[in-house]
């Protein structure tokens, strides 16, 4: 049992370098001259989520949840781009487009402030509640408060997403 283990984490670990070695080769598509960030995506991560107080890993872990990285996704409900944005939130939080990385980002890093803004508000300071705003919005996180009281979808989009971000923040500084 050990031994499987020790093989899912090395793994695990190949699995991690070869995604930021294809990151960090993959150029950023600029559209517009206020979302240039030159460099690796990894970059715009770190750039957008200092802006706006996040931990870039984080913001990472939920666009690898959300699309694979894939900056052109399209989900079943509607959701666009890397950050998988429902067209009312990306009028709310967005500015250019949703398939741009660093639009997405952008607007990511916007709206999980924003969620951590409401939640504080109201004395929820679990930053696993900010990742159930993005996931089921944030009246809903807020309503529920805590993790436990989140539908059991919720529930397992923030046990994925936490589990990566935990996964990241312990090998990628």
């Not at 499987?4 to 991690?16: A, F, K, P």
């Amino acid at each position: 049992m050990v031994r499987t283990l020790r093989r899912l984490t090395t793994l695990g670990i190949i699995l991690l370098a070869v995604i930021v070695l294809n990151l960090r080769r993959q150029p950023v598509r600029a559209v517009t001259t206020q979302s240039r960030v030159g460099g690796s995506i990894v970059d715009v991560f770190r750039v957008k989520a200092s802006r706006y107080g996040l931990d870039w890993r984080l913001l990472f872990a939920m666009a690898w949840k959300e699309s694979n990285f894939r900056t052109n996704a399209r989900g079943a409900a509607g959701e666009k781009g890397m950050a998988q944005f429902m067209p009312g939130t990306w009028a709310m939080f967005g500015r250019g487009d949703p398939d741009d990385p660093n639009d997405a980002i952008e607007a990511q890093a916007r709206y999980l402030a924003y969620i951590r803004h409401h939640l504080a508000a109201r004395g929820i300071t679990d930053p696993r509640m900010m990742v159930a705003g993005y996931n089921c919005g944030q009246g809903c996180a807020a309503s529920c408060g805590r993790v436990e009281n989140l539908s059991p979808q919720v529930q397992a989009y923030v046990a994925d997403v936490w589990n990566r971000y935990t996964y990241l923040a312990k090998y990628w500084r």
